[in-house]
């Protein structure tokens, strides 16, 4: 049982490039959401998603893009990449309340 | 935003002391949790407390929850250098209907051998 598989983990990109950041889960999840990770600032929700074929904005939406063609999948696409979204990334699925992680994906946009 | 706000910011310890990190928060919760960040990886989590309970167990946790100052506690008994990590506060307003969690900015606790 794999939980939730987030690739890449390390990542590079130039200003204005784009990119696709996957997240996969195995547990038959409905709910699965991406946040951002910066220091001194937590967690924070960039979009959410209730189950396939619906997803919705969370508090830092601006730049990225979701999308829900199945359960097990919730891509975040980056559109053109900005050093402001040099951040560690974690995607997250639950079937009731409780949350399982990713492991992360670091990026650095230069 | 409802983002929790834990304290402190950081906690250093020796091992076998108890270590108390708080978390305030600004509307009504259906319940809050407590997760663990080591270091480079993702959250676990640890505990959950429901809005009609007032303190949960589990192991060497303990949680404590007043709705009426909205804040919570966690703490931690008889700590270990094991239990060097981040500690989050998370809580679930949407009454089940999205399972959205708003995390607070974290307690690092570094516990000394």
């Known amino acids: 049982n794999a939980g939730v598989t987030q690739t890449p983990k390390f990542q590079v990109l130039k200003t204005g490039q784009s990119m696709t950041l996957q997240c996969a889960q195995d547990m038959n999840h409905e709910y699965m959401s991406w946040y951002r990770q910066d220091p001194g600032m937590g967690l924070r929700l960039i979009h959410y998603?209730?189950?396939?074929?619906?997803?919705d904005q969370g508090e830092v939406p601006n730049g990225y893009n979701v999308s829900r063609s199945t359960t097990e999948d919730f891509p975040l696409r980056l559109l053109s990449a900005a050093p402001s979204q040099t951040s560690v990334y974690f995607c997250?699925?639950?079937?009731?309340?409780?949350?399982?992680f990713g492991s992360g994906t670091r990026l650095t946009v230069v | 935003s409802q983002q929790g706000e834990e304290d402190p910011q950081a906690l250093s310890i020796q091992e076998g002391e108890n270590a108390t990190m708080n978390c305030s928060y600004k509307?009504?919760?259906?319940?809050l949790q407590w997760y663990r960040q080591n270091s480079g990886r993702g959250l676990v989590h640890l505990i959950l407390i429901r809005s009609n309970e007032r303190e949960k167990h589990s192991g060497r946790l303990r949680v404590t929850l007043d709705t009426s100052k909205k804040s919570s506690s966690l703490l931690i008994t008889a700590s270990r250098a094991a239990d060097t990590a981040s500690y989050f506060c998370?809580?679930?307003?949407?009454?089940?209907?999205?399972?959205?969690?708003?995390f607070g900015t974290g307690t690092l606790l570094a516990v000394q051998p």
């Open positions: 998370a809580t679930d307003a949407s009454g089940g209907a999205t399972n959205k969690l708003i």
């Open positions: 998603s209730v189950g396939a074929g619906i997803t």
């Open positions: 997250a699925s639950s079937h009731g309340t409780v949350y399982t």
């Open positions: 509307t009504s919760i259906n319940n």
